[in-house]
């Protein structure tokens, strides 16, 4: 097997930084991707997993769309994508798929398989990966996945109007909905239905096909490969493989990686 990872880096960390924030509303938000794990960037860590794996023949990272994000995400991360090998395109400026079109374009012909990576998945244990490329030799499409703990329910999709509640100051300022309420429609049985994760692995020309759909939407790529009504497979997911979405993920992964936060200095040793 020849593996192309393309390693999707080009979100917005809208749900990490807490939304509604200028910065945020103008795509300026700290990327979540920068965040230090031991003394190395998220990024550097996701990249980490793939370049030294025998597999591996190629890696392409997808950074933001917006050309002066892109500039600022060169300065940051450009030297060291170039030390670990790793080819920088554009990715797309909404959707994560439109990341991995765009970077689908420079896969190289000789790659058998082509492999798609979250940037913000770090800690993703070598045997999952080991597991997913394995499985990937004997089938065509290839996911990990973790079963469902905790019970499943339905819900309205409009909040109930709890009046009671009411934080006359919140509704001013627009904040009423950081409790928001739901009635309960029905329950979801959850014995077949699994949580998917990524690296998520593909034969080279099946994603091809599935990437020349007419509808790209997705939020992930197994999703346009069933699409074209072929078989996608799992294997056994990892609970450790966990993606930075929050900020309270932060933590729990340094924990997964045993790494400590930055110590901040202290005043008195400033200079
Ligand atoms: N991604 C991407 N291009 C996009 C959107 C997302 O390459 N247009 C990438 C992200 O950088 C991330 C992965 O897809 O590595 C999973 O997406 P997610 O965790 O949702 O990250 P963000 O989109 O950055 O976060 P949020 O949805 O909270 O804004
Ligand atoms: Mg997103």
């Not at 990872?5 to 924030?21: E, Q, W």
């Not at 919140?170 to 909905?177: D, M, N, T």
């Amino acid at each position: 097997m020849k593996i192309t990872v393309i390693i999707p880096a080009a979100g917005m960390s809208t749900r990490f930084n807490g939304s509604g924030t200028d910065a945020d509303l103008l795509g300026m938000g700290r990327s979540k991707l920068d965040e230090d794990l031991g003394g190395k960037t998220v990024l550097q860590r996701t990249i980490e997993l793939f370049n030294t794996h025998e597999d591996v023949g190629q890696i392409i990272v997808a950074g933001p769309y917006d050309p002066e994000a892109m500039a600022s995400f060169k300065l940051r991360h450009g030297d060291r994508l170039n030390l670990l090998g790793a080819e920088l395109v554009v990715g797309g400026r909404d959707h994560r798929w439109q990341s991995v079109q765009a970077a689908i374009q420079s896969v190289k012909d000789e790659a058998t398989h082509i492999a798609i990576h979250d940037a913000a998945r770090p800690a993703t244990p070598p045997e999952l990966i080991d597991r997913v490329f394995d499985a990937a030799a004997r089938f065509d499409a290839v996911i990990p996945v973790i079963p469902v703990s905790d019970t499943l329910k339905r819900v309205s999709p409009e909040t109930i109007d709890d009046q009671s509640e009411a934080d006359p100051l919140a509704a001013i300022l627009g904040a009423g909905e950081s409790n928001p309420m739901h009635e309960v429609v029905g329950g979801i049985d959850r014995t077949d239905v699994v949580m998917v994760q990524t690296p998520q692995v593909f034969k080279n020309d099946l994603l091809m096909r599935a990437y020349q759909q007419e509808d790209l939407t997705s939020t992930d790529d197994a999703g346009l490969v069933e699409r074209l009504g072929e078989r996608v497979v799992t294997v056994a997911g990892d609970e450790r493989n966990m993606k930075l979405t929050r900020p309270g993920d932060l933590p729990v992964l340094r924990a997964i990686m045993k790494v400590h936060a930055p110590k901040a200095r202290a005043s008195h040793k400033k200079f």
